[in-house]
């Protein structure tokens, strides 16, 4: 008589929710060079959060006994044509720029992505009008647009937030749009319909969270060029008034100047151009961090 073994069943632990944010963020990381631009993106950040306490000077104080002076212990950066601290002008200038970066595309992906969702998961005349809509904003070159609408609304941060949200909206909705598309005929969308769940719910709790990946990548893209947009509408004198300071609207005031004090044109420009460069290069860490094909 022959005796049988039992062993008992290998069970395989599930990842936790920690071991999961360790994972996601140590994929983001691996990026070339991405632990050095979200440094500079922080610092960005934190220039914008702390600018009265970082800034050595008034950004908007004229001094006319140091105009248009080169760097030096006193202005580490120099001074403009007013006898103003560049450096000072650009930490204060960071709350503008972030300020209609973040909040321009944190509107376009909220009214883009509630228009995306609704249209995909509807169809019918519904879709088709809202995507008609979406269709003739994209027709419009995206600065273009936004010169037009800032014309319309008057020069000022705000006009420029709106202006920069619409150019957005339809890039949200077109993704969120085919995402749904995808997603609504999934089977645990068919059986949430099957038990009659309200389609609302069905939105919100079910095709939502799983579109939510590429939507994230979009906004984090989406967010340098709304800095360059508003950077050109500053430029052109279109953004935030004078005397408050403005990465463009600098770049705009030194460019006659560029020959005989390029630190007044230098200074921000470097400073859109990491921060757009970083956030670029993050958001491109973010976008392999969120592919599942590559994990």
């Not at 990026?31 to 440094?39: D, G, H, I, Q, S």
């Not at 997603?183 to 579109?211: K, S, T």
């Not at 979009?218 to 005397?243: D, H, M, N, R, Y």
Request: proline content about 6%; glycine content about 8%; overall charge neutral.
């Amino acid at each position: 008589m022959t005796s049988t073994e039992i062993t008992a069943p290998t069970t395989v632990a599930e990842p936790t929710p920690g071991r999961a944010r360790s994972s996601f963020l140590g994929r983001a990381l691996r990026a070339r060079l991405a632990p050095l631009w979200l440094a500079v993106c922080l610092l960005m950040l934190l220039a914008a959060v702390g600018a009265p306490i970082l800034a050595p000077y008034d950004p908007t104080k004229v001094d006319s006994e140091a105009l248009l002076d080169g760097p030096s212990r006193p202005h580490l950066l120099g001074t403009d044509q007013l006898g103003r601290d560049v450096l000072s002008r650009i930490v204060y200038g960071a709350r503008a720029s972030l300020a209609a970066g973040l909040s321009s595309v944190a509107a376009a992906l909220l009214v883009g992505t509630t228009i995306g969702v609704v249209a995909g998961y509807l169809g019918g005349w519904v879709d088709n009008v809202a995507m008609r809509l979406m269709d003739t904003l994209l027709s419009f070159p995206a600065l273009l647009l936004a010169l037009a609408i800032t014309v319309v609304l008057g020069a000022g941060l705000v006009a420029v937030i709106v202006a920069i949200s619409i150019v957005y909206v339809p890039t949200f909705a077109r993704l969120a749009r085919g995402q749904v598309l995808a997603a609504r005929e999934q089977e645990f969308v068919l059986a949430a319909r099957a038990v009659g769940v309200a389609d609302v719910r069905i939105m919100a709790r079910h095709i939502l969270p799983n579109i939510a990946a590429p939507l994230i990548v979009q906004a984090s893209l989406s967010i340098a060029f709304a800095i360059l947009t508003e950077a050109s509408l500053s430029f052109l004198g279109l953004g935030v008034k004078p005397p408050d300071p403005s990465w463009g609207s600098m770049v705009s005031d030194g460019r006659q100047y560029l020959r005989e004090a390029p630190w007044v044109v230098f200074g921000p420009g470097a400073a859109i151009l990491l921060t757009v460069t970083a956030l670029n290069v993050l958001g491109d860490a973010l976008r392999d961090a969120l592919d599942v094909r590559l994990q």
